[in-house]
């Protein structure tokens, strides 16, 4: 007997017909034997219902009593659930976080997870029932209800799973897995069978929607098997996991991309120690977040250029910010440009095979695409070019890095 915790996210669950459906799928899983605890979102579109209702009434609302509302939103969804299951006479027992004892920090609306209980859970699993926890939310030490934040019900079910030492996370969400690239750009994107938590993680910051980087990140520190699937269609998704020795046969995984970047560039800045802190920190102070940072001498040997990225949203106020400093160190300008983009290769196969940089620069020069900054990692290689460029560029690299490919087997490597 396999123990599973399933996710369900909002559209997975967004409608009556969608909940009867979810009930078939884990009905299923518990007629060939399974353990079963199902973590559930709210209906899709509830939350921002809820936050709205609150706007109306209070614009600021008190954090406290804005996760007492955002939380009922869960509690419809896995009493609903609770009784379809129980309707299909497969019994069935719902839960709040609180219930659970998912014991949270005191941080309201973006609380982390301290501790899970698990002893009504294995009660309720040794009695034969599913048990359906709702996900995005626990309590404190007082008893006050919090709720995680963004991505939180996926970070609930990876917790439980690794409370309850589940055989498998699975997150069920309205794509098939993760790709190679975004198939709305790559038609010929390719569904993985297997990725490395690394690599996950590298792709959830450089823009895949698919999974919150909270989520992995726990998985990997707890060692908790998460597999991607449809509540849509039925296939076997994407499993993430450790790194395994033929996992490096495959070069690159995928190819993620940020259409939500920015650059400032600052020209003619005395070459003196301590400048780059004054540029970079006047930003970093004001909790804007620096990505890419590009510095080079000029040819006369005193001053420096500096180059560096942004969300797009912070590039107006970063501009100003940088634009004061500059007065103060007498840079000679600074301008900017919001029309760009980031494209990333991501693998761990980076590390064990040469020349992916000289692979990657050679095929973007054949499109005619002129590079304007470079980040690299262990397993990521990041661009900036120029967001007219940016499907072309996807294509482009996805086509040299034969992702669109079967994988290769073992002894047909170049």
């Known amino acids: 007997m396999s123990l599973y915790v399933k996710k369900f996210g909002g559209t997975s669950v967004g409608t009556i017909e969608r909940i009867e459906h979810v009930a078939d799928l884990v009905k299923a899983s518990r007629d060939q034997g399974d353990d079963v605890v199902v973590v559930v979102s709210a209906m899709s579109g509830e939350t921002n219902r809820l936050i709205d209702l609150a706007k109306q009434v209070m614009p600021k609302p008190t954090p406290r009593e804005l996760d007492v509302l955002m939380s009922t939103g869960e509690q419809v969804t896995i009493a609903l659930l609770a009784m379809a299951l129980e309707k299909r006479g497969c019994p069935a027992r719902s839960y709040t976080g609180g219930q659970v004892a998912v014991q949270t920090d005191e941080t309201h609306n973006k609380a982390r997870i301290k501790n899970v209980g698990r002893e009504r859970i294995d009660s309720d699993l040794a009695a034969g029932r599913v048990v359906v926890v709702a996900g995005f939310q626990g309590v404190d030490a007082a008893g006050n209800i919090t709720t995680l934040g963004r991505g939180g019900s996926d970070t609930s079910a990876v917790a439980l799973a690794a409370a309850l030492k589940a055989d498998e996370c699975q997150i069920f969400t309205d794509v098939d897995g993760i790709y190679t690239t975004d198939p709305r750009i790559e038609p010929r994107a390719r569904r993985l069978d297997r990725i490395t938590f690394e690599e996950m993680l590298e792709l959830a910051s450089l823009g895949a929607k698919v999974l919150q980087i909270r989520s992995v990140e726990f998985a990997g520190k707890y060692n908790v098997p998460l597999r991607v699937l449809s509540s849509f269609q039925e296939n076997a998704g994407t499993l993430i996991t450790y790194e395994e020795p033929e996992m490096e046969d495959a070069v690159i995984s995928g190819i993620a991309f940020n259409r939500d970047e920015a650059q400032i560039r600052v020209a003619g800045a005395p070459d003196q120690p301590g400048i780059a802190r004054r540029i970079i920190g006047a930003v970093s102070d004001a909790n ?50 919001e029309s760009i983009v980031k494209i990333s290769l991501v693998g761990v196969g980076m590390r064990s095979h040469a020349g992916i940089a000289t692979r990657m620069f050679e095929a973007l020069g054949n499109e005619g695409i002129n590079i304007h900054m470079i980040s690299t990692s262990e397993i990521k290689i990041s661009v900036v070019v120029d967001e007219k460029y940016l499907e072309l560029g996807v294509r482009a690299l996805h086509a040299a890095f034969g992702l669109d490919a079967p994988p290769k087997a073992v002894g047909e490597l170049n």
């Open 288 to 337: 804007i977040e620096v990505d890419m940072i590009l510095q080079n001498v000029a040819s006369d040997g005193g001053t420096a250029n500096f180059t560096f990225t942004v969300h797009r949203n912070d590039y107006q106020q970063a501009l100003e910010l940088v634009r004061g400093i500059t007065e103060e160190i007498g840079a000679e300008r600074v301008d900017g440009d």
